[in-house]
């Protein structure tokens, strides 16, 4: 398996967005959890103060993590194993044939489904 990890340069500093979770609390405090992240929480006695303690919280935490992009290519198709038989009659004189025959018996199989249907839709309509 190849990975590919992407960075960026680390003299630039890429704005980061993150969703937050704001719960009331039955203390009347509030709760941030950073989405993605549960254990990254922060408490305040207002929504304002629970993310701004969440913000510092995660920025301590990425001082000595970093955050990157990894690229997991796909793994290999796997093919259908009737395509090897694909085409293999299309050169043999008895092909046509063989189609022929073949859609006699469908075209003779469908005749008797229609009159087994008919048969079944009149006692239908005798009862």
């Known amino acids: 398996m190849n990975l590919v990890v992407k960075t960026s340069p680390s003299n630039t500093a890429p704005k980061l967005t993150y969703d937050v979770l704001i719960e009331n609390q039955q203390d009347g405090t509030f ?25 510092q919280s995660l920025q301590s935490r990425l001082e000595t993590a970093k955050i990157i992009t990894v690229e997991i290519p796909a793994t290999e198709v796997v093919k259908n194993p009737w395509l ?44």
């Not at 992240?37 to 103060?49: I, K, M």
């Not at 469908?106 to 239908?124: G, H, V």
């Open 31 to 55: 709760k941030a959890t950073l989405l993605g992240l549960p254990d990254c929480q922060a408490l305040g006695n207002t929504e304002t103060a629970a993310i701004e303690t969440l913000i």
């Open 84 to 127: 090897k038989f694909a085409g293999m009659f299309k050169d043999d004189p008895q092909f046509d044939e063989v189609l022929a025959y073949i859609e006699a018996e469908r075209s003779e199989l469908d005749a008797q489904m229609e009159e087994y249907y008919r048969q079944i839709d009149a006692e239908t309509k005798t009862k």
